[in-house]
């Protein structure tokens, strides 16, 4: 092995050229590069540019490398950059929690529509608690929207209930038949965990059924069907739900079945049949104690005829001894 110094003297022996060579290869290299991230993201950093979104070619690069779509994260900031929402660069809406939020599963550019139509509403509604609701499964958009335009859900759902109506008895027995419409809004705070429209129907149905149930008669309800909406709102139904309950309608009210006089009708039936079975009971004791009875008359006459024959046996017996022929002459004698 040849020593450090002469190396070095070898080395100095080398042309001048091939280090400017090797200077030449590194910048081409560093050229390349830079040009093929030019072609390939120099649209969108000069759209990002342009919009003041303030994201570099190695950020989108990055991007790539993580499995983002640049595309989507750049629009995203865009959208909200120039609907004038999350621009703090520290809690906002920065190209670092959309990033996570996409890694995550989460779908960013509803997120981000969702944000904004809360803004324009003058809802309270930031990034972090958008993302919860679009990663918990819910729609975050469709959220928004409910809560600016509330929606009227039937009562009973006819999409998953065999039933057009709900029936309740009141407390003459009376039958009525209930659609009622639920106009609820969206609670964003309870959105996460709260019950959904199901819990709303079903307890909408039972507070109306409830309603009815307590009423004297059913004119009562037919006179005031807002009596069944007001007993219904103020029991507060909507508690722990993703929903605020803002109207119940009754849309329909039809008096159906008697159910009261039909029980009544079928409890008498009961009670005849139930007579009528304790009657046939008692009848065949009768029976049976007669059919006793005449057992019992012809046993005590076969005992009298057992004795009317023992008579003549006696009386025989009475001539072979003389006691029969002797009494006589001694009666004859008196």
């Not at 190396?7 to 090797?22: K, S, T």
Request: charge should be neutral; glycine fraction near 6%.
């Amino acid at each position: 092995m040849l020593p450090p110094v002469t190396l070095l003297a070898q080395f100095d022996r080398l042309p001048d050229n091939v280090g400017l060579y090797a200077v030449g290869g590194v910048v081409a290299f560093f050229f390349l590069a830079f040009l093929i991230m030019v072609l390939t993201y120099g649209k969108l950093w000069f759209q990002a540019y342009m919009s003041n979104a303030r994201v570099s070619l190695l950020s989108l690069v990055g991007m790539s490398l993580r499995k983002v779509d640049a595309r989507v994260i750049l629009q995203a900031k865009i959208m909200a950059l120039q609907a004038g929402v999350g621009t703090d660069p520290q809690t906002g809406i920065t190209t670092r929690r959309l990033e996570a939020h996409y890694l995550a599963g989460g779908d960013v550019p509803r997120v981000i529509r969702a944000i904004i139509a809360a803004h324009r509403a003058d809802i309270d509604l930031d990034f972090d608690r958008a993302a919860a609701i679009d990663l918990a499964g819910r729609d975050v958009l469709d959220a928004v929207q409910t809560s600016v335009n509330p929606k009227v859900i039937d009562c009973p759902d006819p999409n998953s209930s065999r039933k057009s109506t709900l029936s309740a008895i009141a407390k003459n027995g009376v039958e009525l038949k209930v659609k009622a419409r639920v106009t609820v809004r969206t609670n964003l705070q309870q959105l996460i965990g709260g019950a959904t429209e199901e819990t709303i129907i079903a307890r909408v149905g039972e507070g109306i059924i409830t309603a009815i149930g307590s009423a004297e008669n059913h004119l009562r309800v037919l006179e005031n069907p807002d009596r069944i909406s007001k007993a219904v709102l103020e029991r507060g139904l909507d508690a722990n739900t993703a929903f605020q309950i803002v109207s119940i309608d009754i849309a329909d009210v039809d008096v159906g079945e008697n159910i009261g006089a039909r029980l009544q009708a079928d409890q008498a039936e009961a009670d005849t049949r139930v007579a009528r079975a304790k009657a046939e009971e008692r009848r065949a004791i009768a029976i049976a104690r007669e059919q006793e009875m005449k057992a019992a008359v012809q046993a005590n006459r076969a005992v009298v005829i057992q004795a009317e024959a023992q008579v003549p046996m006696a009386m025989a017996h009475a001539f072979r001894i003389g006691n029969l022929h002797g009494k006589a002459a001694d009666n004859g004698a008196v």
